[in-house]
Structure formats: structure tokens, C-alpha cells
């Protein structure tokens, strides 16, 4: 799993979270097959998402890219099954009638709707000690046009994918261990399809430390920027610099602290490479010339005034999107 900063994105108050994600992922996917990265016949690259997005949604977004969408879903959802095909409509009910497009109901909370499983497998884990999944084949979501669907054009599609609930019996901070439902957009699963993708999910969350390195390390958030445009530059400059850190892996030492374990090779983190970065700096090539000697400025005289503000920006409100095609025309001018 990859987990190098690659893109950032500011959004808008205006902006889809969805739609501005989906092209994010889009412009470094494309970027991966120009760097020849990915080739045809590889196996699709795997996009995992938190219950933020909508794997769905995501997914249908994504439709046209080697790409696989797999993300978790709240425990209170209610997707659908496979929708009979005609030959077992017709036979069930030998007076006719329009076959539907959806299945039976399959609700998270009840599990006298679920059936039996497409694909069932038991792993012993160190740290969650046996996790348990359950796998069903081709379960999707029945869209409405409401909410992001709204402005569909024809009729709204079936996104079908496979729904894995996993279980375990501990968890590493002591907390009850909850059910987890995720959704991959592949269908026709084995048990070692099911194992890898719940297993990568698992992943996810080192981005979590991630997140906290470059805030807290790397001081993304320290800085009082006062334009957008300086707080774009800084972030970049952050993605850089963690690049770097990755980068310099092989050549840094393990500076560890008394209470880490020694690190193999090619692994340590950006963290504990930033450590030994000072011993590593005078024998990097450096682009940018030497600095010139300067000093300050004069500076405003003691005891006046600023008389010449700083422009302050508007950081904006997210615009409230129409819930249902009444709200929206109502909403209309």
C-alpha cells in the first residue's frame, strides 16, 4: 500500500467533496500509468476510503480506470440484493409482471436478512487475535435522486459490489471490538480476495500517524499564514519535505530511542530518518546558491501606527445542498 503525499487539493465552500476526490484520484492514477508504474494486466490499483465517502459513489466516479473502490460503511445501512434474472422472475410468478431491479433488503442491524455468505474465512492475527469475515457477492446500494444524485441525468445505475463484514476479538487500545462492513466494488470474490482486501483496510489507518508526523513534526499547522496561496505553498513544501524523509531511508542511521525497536532495512519511518538528517545534510548537493549577506530594514519607527492592514479573506461557509427535487426547485430563483 502506498502511502507517500502524492496531491492536495483545497476545496471550496462550493466544491463536491466527492466530485473534487474522484478527479484528485484520477489525475494520480493517470500519473502512475504515464510513469509507467501500472501496465495492462496488472492487477487494479486499490483505492481505499474511510466511511467518509461513499464507496459507491466513488466507485461510479472512477468507472473507466484500472481501479478498485473500497471503503468502510456505517453499521445502519440498508442495501439491497442481486435482483432475480428473468427466468427465475418468470418462474416465480407465472402471471408476468415488470421484473425489478433490485433485491430483497439487507439490512446491517439484523442479521436475519443477510443469508448465508458467499465467502466465509477465520485468520489468527497478533494483534486482534481471530478475525472473522463474511463475504456476499454483487450487494448494492438502491439510489434515489436525492442528495448527490440529484442532478442524474437517465435512469440511476446499479452499482454492484461485494460486502465484507469483519469481526475480531480484541482490539490493540482495549476497546469493544465492533463489527466492520466494507465495500469493494469487484465481484465474483474468493476467501483469499476477501482476506487481502480487509487486510488492507486494516492498513488505512497508518495513515492516521501520517497525519499526525507531518502536523506535529513537521509543524503543517504551525505557521499563521495570512493568504491561501502561502498556506498552499507551505503544504507543498510539507509534501516535499516528507518525500524527502522517504527518500533518504537506505542512507540515514536508526537513531532509535532506548524504548524503540530496531528497525530492518528500507524501514525506517520519516520520523526516525528526520533524526539523523543533520548528519546527512552537508553531503547532499544543495541547487540553490549560497545566501548573500543582508540585514534588516529599517521597520516601522517606534511608536507609530499601522496604518496599512493585512487583507483578510473570507474563509467562507459550505453551501447548503438541495436534499430532494422539491428543495431544489424551491431554492431556484
Not at 507517500?4 to 484528485?24: F, I, N
Request: charged share 30%.
Amino acid at each position: 500500500m502506498h502511502r507517500s503525499r502524492r496531491s492536495a487539493v483545497r476545496l471550496g465552500p462550493a466544491d463536491d467533496v466527492a466530485e473534487a476526490t474522484a478527479a484528485q484520484v484520477r489525475r494520480v492514477v493517470t500519473d502512475l500509468i504515464e510513469m509507467g508504474r501500472w501496465h495492462a494486466g496488472d492487477r487494479d490499483i486499490l483505492v481505499v476510503f474511510d466511511a467518509g465517502y461513499d464507496a459507491p459513489r466513488m466507485a461510479h466516479l472512477l468507472a473507466g480506470l484500472p481501479v478498485e473502490v473500497l471503503g468502510r460503511m456505517r453499521a445502519d445501512r440498508v442495501i439491497r440484493r442481486p435482483a432475480p434474472s428473468r427466468k427465475e422472475y418468470y418462474l416465480a410468478h407465472p402471471r408476468g409482471g415488470h421484473p425489478p431491479r433490485h433485491g430483497k433488503e439487507f439490512r446491517f442491524a439484523r442479521p436475519d436478512t443477510w443469508g448465508e455468505p458467499d465467502a466465509a474465512t477465520a485468520q489468527v492475527t497478533d494483534r486482534y487475535g481471530t478475525a472473522r469475515a463474511m463475504a456476499w457477492d454483487r450487494i448494492h446500494p438502491r439510489l434515489t435522486t436525492r442528495s448527490a444524485w440529484i442532478d442524474h441525468t437517465g435512469e440511476l445505475p446499479v452499482i454492484e459490489g461485494t460486502l465484507i463484514r469483519l469481526e475480531v476479538d480484541r482490539l490493540p487500545g482495549g476497546q469493544d471490538p465492533l463489527p466492520l462492513w466494507l465495500w469493494s466494488s469487484k465481484t465474483g470474490m474468493r476467501t483469499v480476495d476477501v482476506d487481502y482486501r480487509w487486510q488492507a483496510f486494516l492498513r488505512r489507518f497508518d495513515l492516521e500517524h501520517t497525519f499526525r508526523m507531518i502536523k506535529q513534526t513537521l509543524g503543517w499547522t504551525r505557521p499563521k499564514l495570512r493568504s491561501p496561496r502561502a498556506g498552499d505553498h507551505w503544504t507543498w513544501l510539507i509534501i516535499a519535505a516528507h518525500t524527502q524523509l522517504r527518500l533518504l531511508r537506505q542512507a540515514a542511521a536508526d537513531l532509535r530511542r532506548p524504548w524503540e525497536k530496531p528497525a530492518g532495512p528500507r524501514r525506517l519511518t520519516p520520523a526516525r530518518v528526520r533524526r539523523g538528517f543533520r548528519n546527512l545534510r552537508p553531503h547532499l548537493a544543495c541547487p540553490a546558491r549560497a545566501p548573500k549577506p543582508s540585514k534588516p530594514g529599517p521597520g516601522r519607527p517606534l511608536g507609530s501606527k499601522n496604518r496599512r492592514p493585512a487583507t483578510r479573506y473570507d474563509v467562507g461557509k459550505t453551501m447548503k445542498r438541495p436534499e430532494s427535487i422539491t428543495e431544489r426547485n424551491l431554492l431556484r430563483p
